[in-house]
């Protein structure tokens, strides 16, 4: 015991004092905080220029005010549209639409041409149609017997409720709930996909390092092989907790910063963050901050939190002493040994694949079956879990994940204590296969 | 009274049996030369002896216990291909080394001190291992092998790579160790060391042993009656040595084989019978290499 806890000293301390460790854990949040700012600029930067627009509409069907936004500057023009063709850049606009008169006010279509000098984005292009078609709606109204009011109170919105959730407060806040629900298990999943990969590969490199070195023998003169790779796997965990640990406080500190700094629109604030951060975007711009607070507080964090720990060390160590085996068993050539890596791959990126699958459905059968496998429920329960599955399905993958933690520590630890004695020899599956086998 | 007892010792491994029933006894306090050519198995009886591996079957009794994993850190061993963590400081590392030994945290760091002021090198404490040569790193590597003062010493080819000045250091150190009570073990396949230090040898070769005593009373068991003679008056002509074989003759030297059933007075009385003036007569015993070469021939056969 004593000596496991010697070799989790020194895999942790010998990792955590490099500068390349302290660069990169002060680092990366800085870097991620600086594209978001970056990110969050530009778009704020192209939002905020305006794009002049000229609209030739010599019948008058349209109205300045009711077109023009923060985005849009429209101006209505009465030239022929001959005559301005080729002049309306010079004139200061970036583009310019020619709206025919409507003729017969029953058809439903119209078109409308435009000219511009750069290319326009399609949300641009979508925008400007929806104005225009809002406009025009309006035009033929007042044409029509039917007034803007009987209009209107035909308007039915429909929301809908989850009657079990039904004590929250505020119509939006079910949506919400959902929004932030699917955010949080892209995090967990990804950021257990990532911690698999990254700590993973840190415990292969260290193993595949004392073979290559040599220091292997001298190692297992004083220790058992087992306890070795036990120890190794374990200061690298701690590792793995102290960098995730200093770049959740820094990013939730550049985040605090950030949203200080920047404009209350948390859409820009989400713009480095990938598929999630779009949810979120997506849920900020519908609605405020109070709506995410309460979408927050929904989520069963007494089951989520205790929950992810626990499959998060589970997920960690099945696949680090998988990466502890085939770094033992790899010689000094790691492009030789990339095969062996395949069955660690191969079952990690099938589970990252299978989160979407999950989010749509996170309680039908390719969810429950896919988080009780061990291998996939390191990632894909974390993605279920803000979705309130059922408990005793998050605590019978928790009993099949310590159990196969177990057996495959056991399993890794066996082909281990051959495969680093073993130099020189290309190994197959085979080969390792009999590891499992051969006496002590 | 024995610090390691092998017997009947087995190992296999896939393919090939690495050990094939060896016993032997190491003495206290003695040196003790395992010898072999590469591939014969030396490596796999020091696996099992330093509990890396274990043995299929047959026993393996350390200072009388049967071999567990408390032993350890009674045994030290520097394995032939040496290897110290690269990025580590020397300092850290012995500590490191010395912990995982069972020594205390403090005693280490004082002994080790005084390892380091021995040796000259207190000053590289906190230099990385990669700085230093690679004479430098295996005098770091001994010091690790022997700070927790282990009863038994295994040594797999404790020389290679070390120049003469570091050869002789290290060999003064283990012989200091030795009359400290120490038992050794040298593993190794150079046999002019062997003589030079070991008082006793196992000779294995594919897994078997073949050979195994004293090294001067194996010296003479394998003699074969040559004695070279030195003499001043040359071209001599000496009627009745066809009695024996002459293996080589100089002007003033020969060598000579006797026969079965006589003796060297028989020789010397022919020669100064003839008037020779002898100048020195030495029996020619036969060097452990030769040894080792015939009998591993002959194990081949």
């Given at each position: 015991m004593n000596k496991l806890w010697l070799i989790i000293q020194r895999e942790y301390l010998t990792r955590v004092r490099k500068k390349s460790f302290i660069l990169v854990t002060l680092l990366t949040p800085l870097g991620f905080g600086l594209i978001m700012f970056v990110s969050g600029y530009l778009a704020s930067n192209s939002m905020n220029s305006q794009k002049k627009i000229v609209v030739v509409d010599q019948s008058g069907i349209l109205n300045e005010d009711d077109l023009s936004t923060s985005q849009f500057d429209f101006d209505i023009s009465t030239l022929?549209?001959?005559?301005?063709?080729?002049?309306?850049?010079?004139?200061?606009?970036?583009?310019?639409?020619?709206?025919?008169?409507?003729?017969?006010?029953?058809?439903?279509?119209?078109?409308?041409?435009?000219?511009?000098?750069?290319?326009?984005?399609?949300?641009?292009?979508?925008?400007?149609e929806r104005k225009m078609s809002r406009a025009l709606k309006k035009y033929k109204i007042s044409k029509s017997n039917i007034n803007q009011e009987t209009l209107d109170q035909l308007e039915m919105e429909v929301t809908l409720?989850?009657?079990?959730?039904?004590?929250?407060?505020?119509?939006?806040?079910?949506?919400?709930?959902?929004?932030?629900?699917?955010?949080?298990?892209?995090?967990m999943g990804f950021l257990m996909y990532m911690v698999i990969f990254i700590y993973g590969s840190m415990v292969m490199r260290s193993v595949m390092e004392e073979k290559i070195n040599r220091i292997v023998e001298v190692m297992i003169s004083s220790v058992r092989p087992f306890q070795l790779m036990l120890g190794k796997v374990m200061g690298v965990g701690f590792v793995a907790i102290t960098q995730l640990f200093i770049w959740m406080i820094l990013l939730f500190g550049i985040m605090l910063v950030f949203g200080a700094t920047m404009t209350p629109d948390p859409s820009l604030g989400a713009g480095g963050m990938g598929e999630a951060g779009e949810i979120l975007a997506e849920m900020g711009s519908q609605s405020d901050m109070k709506d995410l607070l309460v979408g927050i507080k929904s989520l069963n964090w007494l089951l989520i939190i205790p929950s992810f720990i626990v499959f998060f060390f589970g997920g960690y160590f099945i696949y680090s002493s998988l990466f502890a085996a085939v770094g033992s068993a790899m010689g000094d050539d790691l492009g030789e040994g990339q095969q062996l890596m395949m069955p660690i791959f191969i079952p990690v990126i099938i589970a990252i694949s299978l989160v979407f699958p999950v989010l749509n459905n996170p309680n039908g059968s390719l969810a429950v079956y896919g988080s009780m496998f061990p291998l996939f429920s390191p990632i894909l329960m974390p993605a279920r879990l803000p979705f309130d599955p059922p408990l005793w399905q998050v605590l019978l993958s928790i009993v099949i994940l310590i159990a196969s933690v177990i057996f495959m520590t056991w399993v890794a630890g066996r082909i281990y204590r051959v495969g680093i004695l073993m130099y020189g020899k290309k190994v197959s599956f085979k080969e390792i296969g009999r590891w499992l086998f051969v006496k002590n | 009274m024995s610090i390691l007892s092998l017997r009947n010792v087995v190992k296999n491994y896939h393919n090939h049996t690495a050990v094939d029933n060896v016993s032997f006894d190491v003495p206290k306090g003695s040196v003790f030369g395992l010898l072999g050519p590469n591939g014969a198995g030396k490596t796999s009886l020091i696996r099992i002896i330093t509990t890396i591996t274990m043995a299929d079957s047959g026993q393996v009794l350390l200072d009388g216990e049967p071999i567990n994993f408390n032993h350890p850190s009674q045994i030290g061993y520097m394995p032939e291909e040496r290897g110290l963590y690269k990025k580590m400081k020397v300092g850290e590392q012995l500590l490191y080394l010395a912990q995982l030994k069972g020594m205390p945290y403090k005693e280490a760091k004082q002994?080790?001190?005084?390892?380091?002021?021995?040796?000259?090198?207190?000053?590289?404490?906190?230099?990385?291992?990669?700085?230093?040569?690679?004479?430098?790193?295996?005098?770091?590597?001994?010091?690790?092998?022997?700070?927790?003062?282990?009863?038994?010493?295994?040594?797999?080819?404790?020389?290679?790579?070390?120049?003469?000045?570091?050869?002789?250091?290290?060999?003064?150190?283990?012989d200091q160790l030795n009359q400290n009570g120490t038992s050794i073990i040298f593993s190794t396949h150079r046999m002019e060391q062997v003589e030079e230090v070991c008082e006793n040898i196992i000779l294995i070769n594919n897994g078997r042993k073949i050979l195994e005593g004293n090294v001067s009373q194996i010296k003479i068991d394998h003699k074969e009656n040559l004695f070279k003679v030195e003499f001043d008056n040359s071209l001599l002509r000496i009627n009745g040595l066809a009695n024996f074989q002459i293996l080589e003759s100089q002007n003033d030297s020969i060598t000579v084989k006797l026969n079965d059933g006589m003796r060297p007075n028989d020789l010397l009385g022919l020669l100064i019978g003839n008037g020779a003036e002898i100048n020195s007569f030495n029996e020619i015993l036969p060097s452990i290499n030769d040894i080792f070469i015939s009998r591993v021939g002959k194990s081949k056969e």
């Open positions: 022929p549209i001959n005559e301005i063709d080729t002049t309306y850049s010079k004139l200061g606009y970036d583009l310019l639409l020619d709206v025919p008169p409507i003729i017969d006010l029953s058809s439903t279509e119209h078109k409308v041409d435009f000219y511009s000098k750069e290319k326009l984005s399609l949300v641009a292009l979508e925008q400007i409720d989850n009657a079990v959730k039904s004590d929250q407060e505020g119509d939006k806040s079910n949506k919400m709930s959902i929004g932030v629900a699917s955010a949080l298990s892209y995090l | 002994k080790l001190h005084s390892w380091l002021d021995k040796f000259d090198i207190i000053s590289w404490w906190d230099k990385r291992v990669e700085e230093l040569s690679k004479g430098m790193q295996q005098k770091i590597q001994f010091i690790a092998t022997v700070v927790h003062e282990p009863k038994l010493l295994i040594l797999d080819e404790p020389f290679s790579g070390l120049d003469p000045i570091n050869t002789n250091l290290i060999k003064d150190e283990i």
